[in-house]
C-alpha cells in the first residue's frame, strides 16, 4: 500500500516575501547607540490617523501574501487581530507611537505565517 502525505505549503520565495516585508514594517531600522529598533510601520504611523491607517494598508499586504502562500482562515484570522490591534494602538496620540514600536505586530504575524505554512 502506498503511503500517502499532504503536500506541504511551504514556499521559500514566500517565506523570504514576508520576513522582508515584517522587517521593513517593524524592526529595519535602529536608533543610533541604543539597540531598540523600529521599521516604517512606526515612521509612518507618527502621522495622526492617516499615518496609522497606511501602516494597516502596509500590514494587510502581509497578511494577503500569507493568503496566498495557503495560510489556514485560523492563522489569518489571528493575524488580522493583531494588525487591527497595532492600528487601534497607534490611534493614541504620542503614547501610541511607543507602544507600536514594542508591539510588533507585523513580526508576530511573520511568525504566525511561516509556523503555519511549515505545517
Do not use: Q
Amino acid at each position: 500500500m502506498a503511503e500517502t502525505s499532504l503536500p506541504c505549503r511551504y514556499d521559500a520565495r514566500a517565506h523570504n516575501r514576508i520576513e522582508r516585508m515584517a522587517r521593513l514594517l517593524d524592526s529595519g531600522l535602529r536608533i543610533p547607540g541604543t539597540e531598540i529598533r523600529f521599521g516604517a510601520d512606526a515612521l509612518i504611523g507618527a502621522l495622526p490617523v492617516v499615518g496609522d491607517t497606511l501602516s494597516l494598508g502596509l500590514s494587510l499586504w502581509l497578511i494577503r501574501d500569507a493568503h496566498k502562500a495557503g495560510c489556514r482562515r485560523s492563522t489569518l484570522l489571528r493575524m488580522g487581530a493583531n494588525a487591527a490591534f497595532d492600528w487601534a494602538l497607534g490611534l493614541v496620540p504620542i503614547l501610541g507611537d511607543a507602544l507600536d514600536i514594542a508591539n510588533r505586530a507585523n513580526a508576530r504575524n511573520a511568525r504566525l505565517a511561516l509556523e503555519d505554512l511549515r505545517g
